[in-house]
Protein backbone atom coordinates (compact mmCIF):
# COMPACT_ATOMS: atom_id res chain seq x y z
CA UNK A 1 0.00 0.00 0.00
CA UNK A 2 1.15 3.83 -0.97
CA UNK A 3 1.83 5.97 1.51
CA UNK A 4 -0.37 8.66 1.75
CA UNK A 5 -0.07 11.92 0.00
CA UNK A 6 0.80 14.88 2.45
CA UNK A 7 -0.87 18.46 1.52
CA UNK A 8 -1.24 21.47 3.66
CA UNK A 9 -3.57 24.29 2.93
CA UNK A 10 -3.84 27.42 3.80
CA UNK A 11 -6.74 29.21 2.99
CA UNK A 12 -7.79 32.73 5.51
CA UNK A 13 -11.34 33.04 4.19
CA UNK A 14 -14.88 31.69 2.96
CA UNK A 15 -13.79 31.78 -0.69
CA UNK A 16 -10.66 30.05 -0.38
CA UNK A 17 -12.12 27.63 1.53
CA UNK A 18 -14.62 26.59 -1.81
CA UNK A 19 -11.43 26.28 -3.87
CA UNK A 20 -9.73 24.16 -1.47
CA UNK A 21 -13.07 21.97 -1.48
CA UNK A 22 -13.00 21.43 -5.35
CA UNK A 23 -8.97 20.83 -5.22
CA UNK A 24 -9.22 18.38 -2.28
CA UNK A 25 -12.29 16.91 -4.38
CA UNK A 26 -10.38 16.35 -7.94
CA UNK A 27 -7.23 15.69 -5.86
CA UNK A 28 -9.12 12.43 -4.37
CA UNK A 29 -10.32 11.51 -7.67
CA UNK A 30 -7.23 11.76 -9.52
CA UNK A 31 -5.70 9.45 -6.80
CA UNK A 32 -7.95 7.06 -6.18
CA UNK A 33 -7.92 5.10 -3.25
CA UNK A 34 -4.60 6.86 -1.81
CA UNK A 35 -5.08 8.21 1.08
CA UNK A 36 -4.58 11.59 1.80
CA UNK A 37 -3.33 13.57 4.91
CA UNK A 38 -4.44 16.78 5.27
CA UNK A 39 -3.09 20.05 7.60
CA UNK A 40 -3.56 23.90 7.60
CA UNK A 41 -6.02 26.67 7.66
CA UNK A 42 -9.72 26.40 6.69
CA UNK A 43 -13.14 26.97 7.45
CA UNK A 44 -15.75 23.84 9.08
CA UNK A 45 -15.98 22.65 5.77
CA UNK A 46 -12.27 21.61 4.73
CA UNK A 47 -12.29 20.32 8.67
CA UNK A 48 -15.18 17.97 7.50
CA UNK A 49 -13.43 16.72 4.93
CA UNK A 50 -10.50 15.71 7.04
CA UNK A 51 -8.36 19.08 7.73
CA UNK A 52 -6.51 18.75 11.13
CA UNK A 53 -6.50 22.76 11.84
CA UNK A 54 -3.32 24.51 12.45
CA UNK A 55 -5.58 26.87 14.26
CA UNK A 56 -9.19 28.88 13.97
CA UNK A 57 -9.92 30.19 10.46
CA UNK A 58 -11.64 33.31 12.14
CA UNK A 59 -7.99 34.36 13.44
CA UNK A 60 -6.97 35.49 10.63
CA UNK A 61 -10.39 35.86 8.67
CA UNK A 62 -10.07 39.58 8.83
CA UNK A 63 -10.53 42.73 6.38
CA UNK A 64 -9.93 46.32 6.42
CA UNK A 65 -6.88 48.79 7.31
CA UNK A 66 -8.30 49.53 10.44
CA UNK A 67 -9.56 45.68 11.67
CA UNK A 68 -5.85 44.33 10.08
CA UNK A 69 -3.95 47.04 12.50
CA UNK A 70 -5.99 46.06 15.73
CA UNK A 71 -5.72 42.53 15.28
CA UNK A 72 -1.75 42.77 13.90
CA UNK A 73 0.05 40.50 17.28
CA UNK A 74 -2.47 37.49 16.30
CA UNK A 75 -2.22 37.84 12.84
CA UNK A 76 1.88 37.94 13.08
CA UNK A 77 1.89 35.00 15.52
CA UNK A 78 -0.52 33.21 13.29
CA UNK A 79 1.82 33.28 10.86
CA UNK A 80 4.69 31.78 12.58
CA UNK A 81 2.20 29.18 13.79
CA UNK A 82 1.54 28.68 10.52
CA UNK A 83 4.75 28.04 9.11
CA UNK A 84 5.70 26.14 12.24
CA UNK A 85 2.95 23.60 11.73
CA UNK A 86 3.71 23.06 8.13
CA UNK A 87 7.12 22.52 8.33
CA UNK A 88 6.77 20.20 11.17
CA UNK A 89 3.97 18.56 9.06
CA UNK A 90 6.87 18.16 6.27
CA UNK A 91 3.67 17.77 3.22
CA UNK A 92 4.68 16.82 0.00
CA UNK A 93 2.73 20.32 -0.95
CA UNK A 94 2.22 23.53 0.69
CA UNK A 95 -1.28 24.94 -1.29
CA UNK A 96 -1.71 28.86 0.08
CA UNK A 97 -5.25 30.34 -1.79
CA UNK A 98 -5.91 33.90 -1.75
CA UNK A 99 -5.37 36.06 1.51
CA UNK A 100 -1.60 37.34 -0.47
CA UNK A 101 -1.31 39.55 2.63
CA UNK A 102 -0.95 36.23 5.11
CA UNK A 103 -0.12 33.27 2.67
CA UNK A 104 2.86 34.71 1.12
CA UNK A 105 4.40 35.55 4.40
CA UNK A 106 3.82 31.94 5.60
CA UNK A 107 5.17 30.68 2.58
CA UNK A 108 7.86 32.54 2.87
CA UNK A 109 8.68 31.65 6.74
CA UNK A 110 7.72 27.75 5.37
CA UNK A 111 10.44 28.42 2.37
CA UNK A 112 13.15 29.49 5.21
CA UNK A 113 12.53 26.48 8.17
CA UNK A 114 11.90 23.62 5.35
CA UNK A 115 13.38 24.64 1.72
CA UNK A 116 12.00 21.27 0.10
CA UNK A 117 8.64 21.54 0.44
CA UNK A 118 6.89 22.99 -3.08
CA UNK A 119 5.06 25.73 -2.66
CA UNK A 120 2.14 26.23 -5.13
CA UNK A 121 -0.23 29.74 -4.60
CA UNK A 122 -3.74 29.63 -6.06
CA UNK A 123 -5.26 32.76 -6.91
CA UNK A 124 -2.99 35.26 -8.58
CA UNK A 125 -1.98 38.65 -6.55
CA UNK A 126 -3.14 41.14 -8.53
CA UNK A 127 0.49 42.57 -9.59
CA UNK A 128 -0.44 43.67 -13.00
CA UNK A 129 -2.71 46.39 -11.80
CA UNK A 130 -0.58 47.63 -8.81
CA UNK A 131 2.49 47.40 -6.84
CA UNK A 132 4.39 44.87 -9.61
CA UNK A 133 7.39 44.81 -7.91
CA UNK A 134 5.41 42.28 -5.59
CA UNK A 135 6.35 39.88 -8.51
CA UNK A 136 9.74 39.56 -8.53
CA UNK A 137 9.50 38.90 -4.73
CA UNK A 138 7.79 35.90 -4.97
CA UNK A 139 10.18 34.37 -6.26
CA UNK A 140 12.45 32.81 -3.90
CA UNK A 141 9.83 31.04 -1.95
CA UNK A 142 6.67 30.24 -4.58
CA UNK A 143 7.44 27.59 -7.03
CA UNK A 144 4.06 27.27 -9.50
CA UNK A 145 1.15 30.70 -9.31
CA UNK A 146 -2.54 29.07 -10.16
CA UNK A 147 -4.46 31.73 -12.04
CA UNK A 148 -8.05 32.40 -12.23
CA UNK A 149 -7.43 35.04 -15.21
CA UNK A 150 -6.00 34.35 -18.44
CA UNK A 151 -3.69 37.28 -19.15
CA UNK A 152 -1.53 36.60 -15.65
CA UNK A 153 0.52 34.10 -17.00
CA UNK A 154 1.98 36.65 -19.24
CA UNK A 155 1.81 39.68 -17.03
CA UNK A 156 3.62 37.46 -14.77
CA UNK A 157 6.45 36.33 -17.19
CA UNK A 158 6.77 40.36 -18.23
CA UNK A 159 7.25 41.01 -14.52
CA UNK A 160 10.24 38.56 -14.02
CA UNK A 161 7.20 36.53 -11.44
CA UNK A 162 7.11 32.87 -10.64
CA UNK A 163 6.14 30.90 -13.14
CA UNK A 164 2.16 30.87 -13.98
CA UNK A 165 -0.21 28.72 -15.02
CA UNK A 166 -4.18 29.75 -16.08
CA UNK A 167 -6.23 27.00 -14.14
CA UNK A 168 -9.63 28.60 -15.17
CA UNK A 169 -11.91 30.59 -13.20
CA UNK A 170 -14.56 29.21 -11.21
CA UNK A 171 -17.42 30.93 -12.42
CA UNK A 172 -17.03 28.65 -15.73
CA UNK A 173 -18.39 26.16 -13.70
CA UNK A 174 -21.37 27.69 -12.79
CA UNK A 175 -23.16 29.31 -16.49
CA UNK A 176 -25.78 26.83 -15.94
CA UNK A 177 -26.52 29.34 -12.54
CA UNK A 178 -25.95 32.71 -14.02
CA UNK A 179 -27.68 32.14 -17.62
CA UNK A 180 -31.20 32.30 -18.35
CA UNK A 181 -33.87 29.25 -19.31
CA UNK A 182 -36.33 30.20 -22.14
CA UNK A 183 -38.94 31.92 -19.15
CA UNK A 184 -36.54 34.17 -18.40
CA UNK A 185 -35.00 34.92 -21.39
CA UNK A 186 -38.47 35.95 -22.49
CA UNK A 187 -38.12 38.63 -19.08
CA UNK A 188 -34.53 39.51 -20.17
CA UNK A 189 -35.48 40.49 -23.66
CA UNK A 190 -38.83 42.31 -22.94
CA UNK A 191 -37.19 46.24 -23.67
CA UNK A 192 -40.27 47.93 -22.44
CA UNK A 193 -40.30 46.03 -18.98
CA UNK A 194 -36.69 45.37 -18.21
CA UNK A 195 -35.28 44.12 -14.96
CA UNK A 196 -31.89 46.33 -14.29
CA UNK A 197 -29.42 44.56 -11.67
CA UNK A 198 -28.23 47.87 -9.54
CA UNK A 199 -24.65 46.64 -7.52
CA UNK A 200 -23.46 49.27 -5.55
CA UNK A 201 -20.60 46.91 -4.20
CA UNK A 202 -20.00 44.54 -1.39
CA UNK A 203 -18.00 47.32 1.07
CA UNK A 204 -19.24 50.31 3.01
CA UNK A 205 -16.89 52.74 1.43
CA UNK A 206 -18.23 51.26 -2.12
CA UNK A 207 -22.11 52.18 -0.83
CA UNK A 208 -21.39 55.53 0.92
CA UNK A 209 -19.58 57.02 -2.10
CA UNK A 210 -21.87 55.33 -4.91
CA UNK A 211 -25.36 54.88 -3.89
CA UNK A 212 -25.85 59.09 -4.20
CA UNK A 213 -25.39 59.04 -7.69
CA UNK A 214 -26.34 55.45 -8.50
CA UNK A 215 -30.21 56.33 -7.13
CA UNK A 216 -30.09 59.65 -8.85
CA UNK A 217 -29.01 57.54 -12.48
CA UNK A 218 -32.03 55.16 -11.92
CA UNK A 219 -34.12 57.68 -11.43
CA UNK A 220 -33.49 59.41 -14.89
CA UNK A 221 -33.75 55.59 -16.38
CA UNK A 222 -36.85 55.20 -14.33
CA UNK A 223 -38.66 58.73 -16.25
CA UNK A 224 -36.92 57.23 -19.64
CA UNK A 225 -38.22 53.75 -19.91
CA UNK A 226 -41.21 53.90 -17.00
CA UNK A 227 -41.53 50.06 -17.14
CA UNK A 228 -38.29 49.46 -15.29
CA UNK A 229 -37.68 47.19 -12.65
CA UNK A 230 -34.51 47.81 -10.70
CA UNK A 231 -33.32 44.91 -8.20
CA UNK A 232 -30.65 45.62 -5.86
CA UNK A 233 -28.86 42.26 -4.61
CA UNK A 234 -27.89 42.67 -1.22
CA UNK A 235 -24.75 40.77 1.08
CA UNK A 236 -26.74 40.01 4.70
CA UNK A 237 -24.81 42.06 6.97
CA UNK A 238 -25.15 45.20 4.68
CA UNK A 239 -28.71 45.60 3.78
CA UNK A 240 -29.92 47.45 6.57
CA UNK A 241 -26.69 49.97 5.16
CA UNK A 242 -28.50 49.70 2.09
CA UNK A 243 -32.07 49.79 2.70
CA UNK A 244 -31.09 53.13 4.87
CA UNK A 245 -29.39 54.45 1.58
CA UNK A 246 -31.97 53.94 -1.12
CA UNK A 247 -34.80 55.10 1.64
CA UNK A 248 -34.52 58.75 -0.03
CA UNK A 249 -34.12 57.89 -3.42
CA UNK A 250 -36.67 58.87 -6.25
CA UNK A 251 -36.83 55.24 -8.07
CA UNK A 252 -37.01 52.79 -5.16
CA UNK A 253 -35.51 49.36 -5.68
CA UNK A 254 -36.31 45.96 -5.00
CA UNK A 255 -33.74 44.81 -2.31
CA UNK A 256 -33.34 41.35 -2.27
CA UNK A 257 -31.01 38.88 0.05
CA UNK A 258 -29.28 35.89 -0.35
CA UNK A 259 -27.23 34.14 -3.39
CA UNK A 260 -30.34 32.39 -4.68
CA UNK A 261 -31.93 35.57 -5.39
CA UNK A 262 -28.93 37.19 -6.53
CA UNK A 263 -28.47 34.20 -9.11
CA UNK A 264 -32.40 34.67 -9.89
CA UNK A 265 -31.75 38.46 -10.86
CA UNK A 266 -28.73 38.18 -12.86
CA UNK A 267 -30.49 35.63 -15.32
CA UNK A 268 -33.41 38.57 -15.59
CA UNK A 269 -31.36 41.44 -15.91
CA UNK A 270 -30.99 43.04 -19.27
CA UNK A 271 -28.87 45.55 -17.94
CA UNK A 272 -26.70 46.36 -14.97
CA UNK A 273 -25.37 49.20 -13.49
CA UNK A 274 -22.28 47.90 -11.20
CA UNK A 275 -19.81 49.18 -8.75
CA UNK A 276 -16.30 48.34 -10.18
CA UNK A 277 -15.03 44.95 -9.26
CA UNK A 278 -15.01 40.81 -10.20
CA UNK A 279 -18.84 41.23 -10.40
CA UNK A 280 -18.05 42.63 -13.98
CA UNK A 281 -16.72 39.44 -14.53
CA UNK A 282 -19.82 37.57 -13.34
CA UNK A 283 -22.06 39.96 -15.12
CA UNK A 284 -20.57 39.39 -19.11
CA UNK A 285 -20.40 35.48 -18.53
CA UNK A 286 -24.23 36.14 -17.52
CA UNK A 287 -24.32 37.94 -20.94
CA UNK A 288 -25.70 41.24 -18.69
CA UNK A 289 -24.51 44.55 -20.35
CA UNK A 290 -23.34 46.58 -17.78
CA UNK A 291 -22.25 50.07 -16.95
CA UNK A 292 -19.44 50.30 -14.08
CA UNK A 293 -18.84 53.47 -12.07
CA UNK A 294 -16.16 53.70 -9.24
CA UNK A 295 -16.06 56.51 -6.28
CA UNK A 296 -14.19 56.89 -3.40
CA UNK A 297 -12.55 59.47 -1.33
CA UNK A 298 -10.11 61.99 -3.12
CA UNK A 299 -6.82 60.84 -1.17
CA UNK A 300 -7.63 56.86 -2.12
CA UNK A 301 -8.47 58.01 -5.73
CA UNK A 302 -4.94 59.91 -5.86
CA UNK A 303 -3.12 56.57 -4.59
CA UNK A 304 -4.99 55.02 -7.40
CA UNK A 305 -3.61 57.17 -10.12
CA UNK A 306 -0.53 56.95 -8.95
CA UNK A 307 -0.14 53.06 -8.19
CA UNK A 308 -2.47 51.17 -11.11
CA UNK A 309 -0.82 51.43 -14.60
CA UNK A 310 -3.71 50.03 -16.54
CA UNK A 311 -6.16 51.56 -19.03
CA UNK A 312 -8.65 49.86 -17.40
CA UNK A 313 -9.83 48.37 -14.07
CA UNK A 314 -12.74 46.16 -15.43
CA UNK A 315 -11.99 42.42 -15.63
CA UNK A 316 -13.82 41.85 -18.91
CA UNK A 317 -11.88 44.64 -20.82
CA UNK A 318 -8.33 43.08 -19.70
CA UNK A 319 -8.96 39.51 -20.46
CA UNK A 320 -10.07 41.02 -24.02
CA UNK A 321 -7.32 43.61 -23.90
CA UNK A 322 -9.84 46.70 -25.10
CA UNK A 323 -12.54 48.76 -23.60
CA UNK A 324 -16.40 46.97 -23.89
CA UNK A 325 -18.01 47.81 -20.50
CA UNK A 326 -18.32 51.28 -20.16
CA UNK A 327 -16.17 52.73 -17.25
CA UNK A 328 -16.99 55.53 -15.12
CA UNK A 329 -14.49 56.61 -13.00
CA UNK A 330 -14.61 59.76 -9.57
CA UNK A 331 -15.90 62.90 -11.63
CA UNK A 332 -16.89 61.47 -14.98
CA UNK A 333 -19.40 59.00 -12.78
CA UNK A 334 -22.38 61.34 -12.94
CA UNK A 335 -26.11 60.37 -12.81
CA UNK A 336 -26.26 61.97 -16.43
CA UNK A 337 -23.29 59.70 -17.71
CA UNK A 338 -24.08 56.58 -15.98
CA UNK A 339 -27.86 56.53 -17.13
CA UNK A 340 -27.30 57.46 -20.67
CA UNK A 341 -24.81 54.76 -21.24
CA UNK A 342 -27.12 52.66 -19.30
CA UNK A 343 -30.21 53.87 -21.43
CA UNK A 344 -27.98 52.48 -24.26
CA UNK A 345 -27.44 49.43 -22.98
CA UNK A 346 -30.60 48.48 -22.35
CA UNK A 347 -32.22 49.35 -25.76
CA UNK A 348 -31.85 46.68 -29.01
CA UNK A 349 -28.79 49.26 -30.60
CA UNK A 350 -25.04 48.93 -31.19
CA UNK A 351 -23.89 49.73 -27.83
CA UNK A 352 -25.62 46.80 -26.21
CA UNK A 353 -24.65 44.33 -29.26
CA UNK A 354 -20.79 45.52 -28.67
CA UNK A 355 -21.29 44.16 -25.22
CA UNK A 356 -22.19 41.19 -25.94
CA UNK A 357 -20.22 40.08 -28.65
CA UNK A 358 -17.36 40.91 -26.66
CA UNK A 359 -18.89 38.57 -23.82
CA UNK A 360 -18.77 36.02 -25.91
CA UNK A 361 -15.15 36.30 -26.69
CA UNK A 362 -14.79 36.24 -22.94
CA UNK A 363 -16.40 33.27 -22.50
CA UNK A 364 -14.09 31.76 -25.52
CA UNK A 365 -10.79 33.11 -23.74
CA UNK A 366 -11.67 31.63 -20.25
CA UNK A 367 -12.89 28.52 -21.46
CA UNK A 368 -9.59 27.81 -23.23
CA UNK A 369 -8.04 26.00 -19.86
CA UNK A 370 -10.94 23.64 -19.67
CA UNK A 371 -14.05 23.14 -17.82
CA UNK A 372 -12.84 21.99 -14.27
CA UNK A 373 -10.72 24.76 -12.79
CA UNK A 374 -9.96 22.55 -10.28
CA UNK A 375 -8.89 19.50 -11.93
CA UNK A 376 -6.77 21.80 -13.87
CA UNK A 377 -4.87 23.02 -10.45
CA UNK A 378 -4.62 19.56 -9.35
CA UNK A 379 -2.53 18.81 -13.14
CA UNK A 380 -0.43 22.12 -12.91
CA UNK A 381 0.75 21.05 -9.31
CA UNK A 382 1.34 17.26 -9.63
CA UNK A 383 3.06 18.35 -12.51
CA UNK A 384 5.50 20.54 -10.84
CA UNK A 385 6.05 17.58 -8.26
CA UNK A 386 6.53 15.16 -10.85
CA UNK A 387 4.61 13.11 -8.51
CA UNK A 388 2.49 9.63 -9.62
CA UNK A 389 -0.42 8.33 -7.96
CA UNK A 390 0.78 5.34 -6.65
Given at each position: ????????????????????????????SRFG????????????????????????????????????????????????????????????????????????????????????????????????????????QMVP??????????????????????????????????????????????????????????????????????????????????????????????????????????????????????????????????????????????????????????????????????????????????????????????????????????????????????????????????????????????????????????
Amino acid sequence: MSRPFRLAIIAGEASGDALALRFLASLRSRFGSREIALTGVGGQGLIDAGMTPLFAQADIAVMGFGPVIARLPLLLRRMEDAAKGVAAFQPDLLLTIDSPDFCLRVARKVRARAPSIPIVHWVCPSVWAWRPGRARQMVPHIDRILALLPFEPAALERLHGPKTVYVGHPLIERLSDLRPDTAEASIRGDVANPVVLVLPGSRRSEINHLMPVFGEAIARVSAAVPGARFVLPAVPHLRGLIAEATSGWQTQPEIVEGEAAKLDAFRNARAALAASGTVTLELALSQVPTVAAYRGAGWEAAIARRLIKLPSVILPNLILGRSVVPEFIQQTATAQALSESLLAALADGPARQEQLAGFDEVETIMRSAGASPAANAVEAALALLETKPA
